[in-house]
């Protein structure tokens, strides 16, 4: 089993940016794709990118190619999110967690979460 906490959220204005961070403990990330999700308010959380665990390929949704990037770092154990040229429509709580693959970046498919960190982009 492994656990996942989100850190790197915060405030920032329309255009700035922010990295935000999933790391995990209790197994290595060598064995699972990670992907980023947000849920804004009343909305349902939705699949924002992954990263795969065989190849190192991504994915991002539509509203964020472009301006999101994910990387991981297999030594520590650490998935990125960089997001750039942020928008009031990026405010949301994102999460990370372990979807079945990156082909079907979905919430049902994803078998551990972390707790969420809160990004808020207003001016």
Do not use: H
């Not at 999933?22 to 349902?44: H, N, V």
């Not at 999460?95 to 970046?105: E, F, H, I, L, S």
């Amino acid at each position: 089993q492994v656990q996942l906490g989100e850190s790197g959220g915060g405030s920032v204005q329309p255009g700035g940016s922010l990295r935000l961070s999933c790391a995990a403990s209790g197994s290595t990330l060598d064995y699972y794709a990670i992907g980023w999700f947000r849920q804004a308010p009343g909305k349902e959380r939705e699949g924002v990118s992954c990263i795969s665990v065989s190849d190192g390929s991504t994915y991002y949704a539509d509203s964020v190619k472009g301006r999101f990037t994910i990387s991981r770092d297999n030594v520590k154990n650490t998935v990125y999110l960089q997001m750039n040229s942020l928008n009031p429509e990026d405010t949301a709580v994102y999460y990370c967690g372990t979807p079945y693959n990156c082909r079907t970046v979905v919430p049902r498919l994803v078998k551990y979460w972390g707790q969420g960190t809160q990004v808020t982009v207003s001016s």
